[in-house]
């Protein structure tokens, strides 16, 4: 089952590149998040995060995220809410304001020194008009991810495989999965409230007349409270 599974994440990444004349990107991505119980099985969670893209030249998004999640199910579930306010870097060449709001549910199985976990997550961008029209406003996606962490006992160390397809639902023109997200991460306890993640991730466009290939490499903090 578990080489089931990388290999469909290996499949999955590498069918995007079956498509001709793509081009390719290379940015990066620093983060931090904090996430506090709030008691029982309420947790509340805060994230910033950078990124720049165009070859590291252009900064391309500033996010500020707030959530409160409720787990439930023997631990396996959880039920999360998300509001986002993005500073982002649009085709026009200035910067505009977005909102977005998501709700998701994520599964957990544990084998052994393995976690599965599946997210279903519908998400909904919202962008401001007085920077310009837009076709789609709200645009939703739905996205979908299958993960798999690896973690010896009492090790520092804690490693991950994700792999996650965006589908536009409400775009009569292109209403398909229109991109895939591939994600390897270490991640090291550096207390026990604190860890430093990197990661390297793969966004790669799907069914699009001009795919672009965008390749991030990241360093996140987290806080755990």
Excluded at 13 to 21: D, L
Excluded at 59 to 75: A, E, K, P, Q
Excluded at 106 to 135: M, N, P, W
Aim: hydrophobic fraction near 35%; proline fraction near 2%; glycine fraction near 8%.
């Amino acid at each position: 089952m578990k080489r089931l599974l990388l290999i469909v994440f290996l499949l999955s990444s590498f069918a995007a590149y079956a498509q001709s004349e793509r081009t390719t990107d290379f940015g990066g991505i620093v983060s931090a998040e904090v996430g506090v119980g709030l008691g029982g099985p309420f947790g509340l969670s805060v994230e910033e995060e950078l990124r720049c893209d165009h070859d590291f030249a252009q900064f391309d998004r500033w996010l500020n995220s707030v959530g409160i999640d409720y787990t439930c199910w023997h631990n396996r579930m959880n039920i999360g809410l998300t509001a986002d306010y993005i500073r982002r870097h649009n085709d026009r060449g200035y910067y505009e304001n977005r909102g977005r709001l998501g709700v998701q549910v994520t599964y957990t199985e544990t084998f052994r020194r393995f976690k599965f976990q599946v997210r279903s997550k519908a998400i909904g961008t919202f962008f401001d008009e007085r920077t310009g029209e837009h076709r789609i406003n709200p645009r939703l996606y739905w996205r979908n991810r299958v993960k798999v962490t690896y973690q010896k006992p009492k090790s520092r160390f804690k490693y991950a495989l994700s792999t996650e397809l965006f589908w536009l639902t409400n775009d009569p023109k292109k209403g398909y999965v229109d991109n895939l997200r591939t994600v390897l991460s270490m991640d090291y306890r550096l207390a026990r409230n604190y860890s430093l993640s990197a990661f390297v991730r793969m966004d790669n466009d799907l069914q699009m007349k001009e795919p672009e290939d965008r390749f991030y490499v990241g360093l996140t903090f987290k806080a755990k409270y």
